[in-house]
């Protein structure tokens, strides 16, 4: 009984910012990472940025620079900060997490939220 909840997202115009928040809850004992992907369409999905419970970060090198992971152990919840936002950015935002239950452990997905980057 995990869930995750993404929201933020929108229209936005090139050279803006959105940030995304991703809220984990239910039966939760540990949640090891947080994380974003996302999956524009007609493409594969691709890792946007991981946020580790120690504090440690991971960016894709398309990402890097612009967008700002962050967390909150306490309220089991990850941040995505986007600044200069492209065209290129436009895609269907997961909030994912690696959580250690009560009961079951293992990896679960939000249903996505949109962003969509336009002039």
């Known amino acids: 009984q995990v869930q995750l909840v993404e929201s933020g997202g929108g229209l936005v115009q090139p050279g803006g910012s959105l940030r995304l928040s991703c809220a984990a809850s239910?039966?939760?004992?540990?949640?090891?990472?947080m994380g974003w992907y996302r999956q524009a369409q007609g493409k594969q999905r691709e890792l946007v940025a991981y946020f580790f419970s120690g504090g440690d970060t991971d960016y894709a090198d398309s990402v890097k620079g612009r967008f700002t992971i962050s967390g909150d152990n306490a309220k089991n919840t990850v941040y995505l900060q986007m600044n200069s936002l492209k065209l290129e950015d436009t895609a269907v935002y997961y909030c994912t997490a690696n959580v250690q239950g009560l009961y079951l452990s293992g990896d679960y997905w939000g249903q996505g939220i949109q962003v969509t980057v336009s002039s």
């Open positions: 239910g039966s939760i004992v540990k949640i090891n990472r």
